[in-house]
Nanobody
Framework: QVQLVESGGGLVQAGGSLRLSCAASERTLSNMGWFRQAPGKEREFVAAITYQGVTTYYADSVKGRFTISRDNAKKSVFLQMNSLKPEDTAIYYC???????????????WGQGTQVTVSS
């Protein structure tokens, strides 16, 4: 099973930007997604990208502010986050899926997460 490691989280002021990275232990033919989980809340879908990187999909709450991308040669997926808001504060996870889905249950391998904190 592919291992995933997220990085790039941190503390940023509202309106700022962060770029998250997700490195895979091996090349994967899977679609990839980013999820996030705030304290006391369910883990929620953020963005997804197909294996080829051609098609992307975003949660309404991040559309226009976040951009998902991938570099298969580097076995990595990225999440560029701009215009960050305090409500974006959460642990962010990347995951793989063989389906084209926003359902957490359809995703298999998960990373350990990276903390993003947005101060007001």
């Amino acid at each position: 099973q592919v291992q995933l490691v997220e990085s790039g989280g941190g503390l940023v002021q509202a309106g700022g930007s962060l770029r998250l990275s997700c490195a895979a232990s091996e090349r994967t033919l899977s679609n990839m997604g980013w999820f996030r989980q705030a304290p006391g809340k369910e883990r929620e879908f953020v963005a997804a990208i197909t294996y080829q990187g051609v098609t992307t999909y975003y949660a309404d709450s991040v559309k226009g502010r976040f951009t998902i991308s991938r570099d298969n040669a580097k076995k990595s997926v990225f999440l560029q986050m701009n215009s960050l808001k305090p409500e974006d504060t959460a642990i962010y996870y990347c995951a793989t899926t063989r389906r084209w889905s926003t359902n957490r249950a359809d995703f298999g391998s998960w990373g350990q997460g990276t903390q993003v904190t947005v101060s007001s």
